[in-house]
Nanobody, 120 residues
Framework: QVQLVESGGGLVQPGGSLRLSCEAS????????MTWYRQVSGKQRRDLVA????????IYAESTRGRFTISRDSAKKMLSLQMNNLEPEDTAVYYC?????????????WGQGTQVTVSS
């Protein structure tokens, strides 16, 4: 199993920057694709923000492309999200997710989330 802990959220003014981190522990070698999602207060849906595969290929939501950058270290222990030029619409709880495969079993693990608030 894989455990994830996010950090780095907070309050920032529009146009500012934040860097989110997601530290993985447990069976790290089993981790494949890792993804950042966000959930706006009052909504049940979690929207994809950015994703990075085991090979390092990335995809971004249209609303974050060019402003956000997802990265991971080679040991797959740390996932990061650099967020620049933040907008009030980016306010949400941000979650990281890791897809894993081990011994014929597979699944996804989620972190507990970190709040990002963009406001003047």
């Amino acid at each position: 199993q894989v455990q994830l802990v996010e950090s780095g959220g907070g309050l920032v003014q529009p146009g500012g920057s934040l860097r989110l981190s997601c530290e993985a522990s447990g069976n790290i070698a089993s981790i494949g694709t890792m993804t950042w999602y966000r959930q706006v207060s009052g909504k049940q849906r979690r929207d994809l923000v950015a994703q990075i595969t085991h090979a390092g290929n990335t995809i971004y939501a249209e609303s974050t492309r060019g402003r956000f950058t997802i990265s991971r270290d080679s040991a797959k222990k740390m996932l990061s999200l650099q967020m620049n030029n933040l907008e009030p619409e980016d306010t949400a709880v941000y979650y990281c997710k890791a897809d894993w495969w081990s011994g014929g079993d597979s699944g996804s693990s989620w972190g507990q989330g970190t709040q990002v608030t963009v406001s003047s």
